[in-house]
């Protein structure tokens, strides 16, 4: 499964912005996708995730209430809402997908299959 993330961009605090990870193929109806950060100088963190079979979505403290996983079907898209943004969501924000249980899904090494990265700057 090949993964393309888009839609990163400039934004002011407060505003809103959509990324986008499109998958090669249907097959990635198979596994779990996540999205992931890496702000500069900073390991690369846990965003959220959603599980393709069953619906199930989970997200990072830091971003809930404020960030949305979604999904087309038709499309083999999954995307990641973010509203409220805020000078410390800056970052190159990735996503995965994998095999993964529940209780692995915030760690990278769970997810086989990444996308390059693009980059979100939340800035006035």
């Known amino acids: 499964v090949q993964l393309q993330a888009s839609g990163g961009g400039l934004v002011q605090p407060g505003g809103s912005l959509r990324l986008t990870c499109a998958a090669s193929d249907r097959a990635v109806r198979s596994y779990s996708v996540g999205w992931f950060r890496q702000a500069p100088g900073k390991e690369r963190e846990f965003v959220g995730a959603h599980r393709w079979n069953g619906g199930n979505t989970w997200y990072a403290d830091s971003v809930k209430g404020r960030f949305t996983i979604s999904r087309d079907i038709n499309k083999n898209t999954v995307y990641l809402q973010m509203t409220n943004l805020k000078p410390e969501d800056t970052a190159v924000y990735y996503c995965?997908?994998?095999?993964?249980?529940?209780?692995?899904?915030?760690?990278?090494?769970?997810?086989?299959?990444w996308g390059q990265g693009t980059l979100v700057t939340v800035s006035s």
């Open positions: 995965a997908a994998g095999r993964i249980i529940a209780s692995s899904r915030t760690y990278q090494s769970a997810y086989d299959y």
